[in-house]
């Protein structure tokens, strides 16, 4: 019996240590470059129409230090709708050939508000900065792409970014 009791405690030990997340800047603030200094996102939806996002409030969840809870509305050709939902961060490399470039990912999962266009946006989120504007709360390059699945059961492919991608496909997400 008390062998199954250590081999309980060994096993989940193990399990939960696999689910941790490992973010290495949990101890920092992102809230502000997520806000994009209160401007729009900007990208496109199936490659041909405009579709903008802006974060009203962006909050680093206390608990979960890697998750941040976001309230925002959408611009789709003229339509707005608000939304709420989360970002996770998941993980960091160094850029290659850059002593302080970093890229950061994570996955994001937001709700639009129940109306007639509604639906949920899920995701990876891509953030390439320096190491030292991380620590300072300065903007990178931040770009979201994911499918938005509308409650019609439709499904658009989006991006979104504070810079203009000149071809989204080559743009790497984990």
């Known amino acids: ?24 800047y949990k101890n920092l603030d992102l809230s502000e470059q997520l806000l994009n200094k209160d401007t729009f996102y900007e990208g496109q939806a199936n490659k041909d129409k405009r579709y903008k996002v802006k974060f009203e409030s962006v909050k680093k969840d206390v608990q979960q230090p890697e998750r941040y809870l976001v309230v925002g509305v959408t611009d789709f050709e003229g339509t707005r709708q ?7 961060f998941k993980e960091k490399f160094r850029v290659r050939d850059s002593v302080e470039g970093i890229l950061l990912f994570g996955d994001f999962n937001f709700k639009e508000k129940p109306e007639q266009l509604s639906g949920v946006f899920i995701g990876k989120i891509r953030v390439q900065t320096d190491e030292t504007l991380v620590k300072t709360n300065m903007a990178g390059n931040v770009t979201f792409k994911g499918d938005l699945k509308k409650e019609d059961g439709k499904t658009d492919q989006l991006w979104f970014g504070n810079f203009h991608h000149y071809d989204i496909d080559k743009v790497i997400f984990r």
């Open 1 to 24: 019996m008390k062998s199954l009791f250590i081999l309980f405690i060994c096993v989940s030990t193990f399990l939960s240590a696999q689910v941790q997340n490992t973010f290495p």
């Open 82 to 88: 608000e939304f709420q939902g989360e970002i996770i």
